[in-house]
C-alpha cells in the first residue's frame, strides 16, 4: 500500500522541503499545462454544444444512464491494472489441492478475484492467519503491539501461476488492516484508523470479510462490543452480511474445567454473535476455528488439523469461497456508515405513537371508570348522611363544592 502523505510529513519540516522541492516545481509546472490544455479543450467543447445542443444533451442524459455501470468497469480496470505477485507460496500449502478446487469453483462462476479484508483488535491473529492463507510469511507479526501502527492498511496481491491454463491468472487479493483499538487513548476505539480504513477500500469489492478475534477467552469485553458498533457505524451493518468469524488460538488441549473442545469453541463463538447482532438484524456470521502457529498438529498428510481433527485451512478457504459465492460483494462508499444512534432513531415517532394509543384506549378508560366509581360511592355517602340526618330531625348535610373540597384538601396537605 502507497504511503499516506500524512504519514510521510512526520519527519523534519527541513529535510521535507529539501527532499521535495524540485519534485513540486515539476507537478506546478505539469498542472499548469494540463490546465491551459483543459481550457482549450473547454473552449472547443462550448463551441461544439453552441453548433449543435441537441447532441450535448443527448450524450449527457446517456452518460447518467451510464454512470453505474461505468463506475464498476472503472473499478474493474483498476484492479486489472494493479501489479500482481506470484503466489508463490500456494506450492507450499499441504492443503493445495482443496485449495485449487475452491478457486476453481470461483472461476467456474465468472470470477477473476476474491478479495478479503481482515478486521480485529491487534494481537487477534489477523496477519498470522494472512500468512497462513498465503503460504508465506507475508506479513510481519509480533506478539506485542510496541507503537501504534503507520499504516492504516496493507494489500497483498497474488496471482496464481502453476502452469495451469484454467486457473492460471486468478488472482487473490488480500487486505490487512491495523489493530481497531487505541492503546495509547486508554483502550478505546481507534475511530481514526476505521475512518482510514473506509477509504482505502472505497469502491473495492471485498468478497469476504474476516474478522479475527481470539478463541481462548472467556467472554466479549465491553470494548469488543464499541468496536463491533464503531464498524456498523462507519462500514454499514451490511458488512456483518459478509463477515466470517476467525477464531485464532484454536489449538486447546486442555479447555477449561467442565467443557470440551467443543462445547467451549461453540460457547464462544455464540457469544461473539450475540454481541455482533441485533433484536431485527441477524446475519447468519459463519465461524471458523484456527491455529497459525508452528505448533499445530498434522494429520498423515501434513494438513493442519485441531483438537477435534478438523483441516481448519481447508474449512476456512471453504467457507470465504463459500461467503464470496453466497451473495454480492460488499463495497463502501460515502453515506454507507451512520452516526451512533441515528439507525434507531425512527423508533421515535413509533414509541410516541404507541404511548398515546396506550394511554387513550387503555388508561384513560380505566381511570375515568375509577373516577366515575368513586362519584358514585360519595354521593351514595352523602345520601346515607341526608337520610340519617332527617330521622334525627337535623337540617340536610352540607356537602362541600368542588372548589371547597379543592381548598380542604390544600388545608390538609399542608399541615
Known amino acids: 500500500m502507497a504511503p499516506r502523505p500524512e504519514d510521510e510529513l512526520i519527519g523534519d519540516e527541513d529535510e521535507y522541503e529539501e527532499e521535495y522541492e524540485e519534485e513540486y516545481e515539476d507537478e ?9 490544455a483543459a481550457e482549450a479543450a473547454a473552449g472547443q467543447a462550448a463551441a461544439a454544444a453552441a453548433a449543435d445542443p441537441q447532441d450535448d444533451e443527448e450524450v449527457t442524459e ?39 478446487d475452491i478457486l476453481a469453483q470461483l472461476k467456474q462462476d465468472g470470477r ?35 507503537q501504534p501502527d503507520t ?3 496493507t494489500t497483498y ?62 467472554r466479549v469485553e465491553p470494548l469488543d462490543k464499541r468496536i463491533m458498533q464503531s464498524i456498523s457505524e462507519t462500514f454499514g451493518r451490511r458488512i456483518w452480511q459478509k463477515t466470517l468469524l476467525v477464531l485464532s488460538h484454536g489449538n486447546l488441549p486442555l479447555p477449561p474445567p467442565g467443557t470440551t473442545f467443543e462445547t467451549f469453541s461453540e460457547r464462544r463463538i455464540s457469544l461473539l454473535r450475540k454481541a455482533m447482532r441485533g433484536a431485527f438484524f441477524k446475519p447468519a456470521l459463519p465461524a471458523v476455528i484456527v491455529e497459525n502457529s ?14 477435534d481433527g478438523s483441516r481448519w ?14 451473495s454480492k460483494p460488499y463495497s463502501w462508499r460515502k453515506g454507507m456508515g451512520r452516526k451512533g444512534g441515528s439507525s434507531l432513531k425512527w423508533l421515535i415517532p413509533v414509541v410516541a405513537y404507541g404511548q398515546y ?24 355517602a352523602w345520601a346515607a348522611k341526608a337520610q340519617e340526618r332527617r330521622r334525627l330531625g337535623i337540617g340536610p348535610p352540607l356537602q362541600p363544592t368542588p372548589e371547597n373540597a379543592w381548598r380542604l384538601e390544600q388545608m390538609y396537605d399542608d399541615d
Open 62 to 100: 446517456g452518460d447518467e444512464d451510464d454512470d453505474e455501470g461505468s463506475t464498476e468497469e472503472e473499478e474493474e480496470s483498476e484492479d486489472d491494472n494493479e501489479v500482481a505477485q506470484d503466489w508463490t507460496g500456494l506450492r507450499l500449502i499441504p492443503e493445495a489441492d482443496q485449495l485449487l
Open 28 to 36: 506546478l509546472e505539469e498542472v499548469e499545462e494540463l490546465e491551459l
Open 151 to 153: 499504516e492504516s492498511s
Open 357 to 380: 394509543l396506550a394511554w387513550k384506549t387503555l388508561l384513560q378508560p380505566r381511570l375515568q371508570k375509577e373516577e366515575d366509581k368513586q362519584a358514585e360511592a360519595d354521593a351514595a
Open 157 to 218: 496481491l497474488r496471482q496464481v501461476s502453476l502452469g495451469d491454463a484454467e486457473l492460471d491468472g486468478f488472482r487473490l487479493k488480500i487486505i490487512d488492516t491495523c489493530g481497531l483499538e487505541d492503546p495509547e487513548a486508554g483502550d478505546t476505539v481507534n475511530y481514526t484508523a476505521l475512518q482510514r480504513i473506509s477509504e482505502d477500500i472505497k469502491g473495492v469489492p471485498i468478497d469476504a470479510v474476516l474478522y479475527v478475534d481470539r478463541l481462548d477467552l472467556y
Open 313 to 326: 485451512v481447508v474449512d476456512l478457504w471453504g467457507a470465504a469461497g463459500d461467503m464470496a459465492l453466497g
Open 112 to 146: 477473476k478475484q476474491l478479495t478479503l479484508l481482515l478486521l480485529g483488535k491487534s494481537g487477534s491473529g489477523k496477519s498470522s492467519t494472512l500468512n497462513s492463507l498465503l503460504g508465506e510469511k507475508a506479513a510481519a507479526v509480533s506478539a506485542f503491539k510496541l
Open 294 to 307: 508452528e505448533a499445530c498438529k498434522v494429520d498423515s498428510d501434513r494438513c493442519r488439523i485441531l483438537p
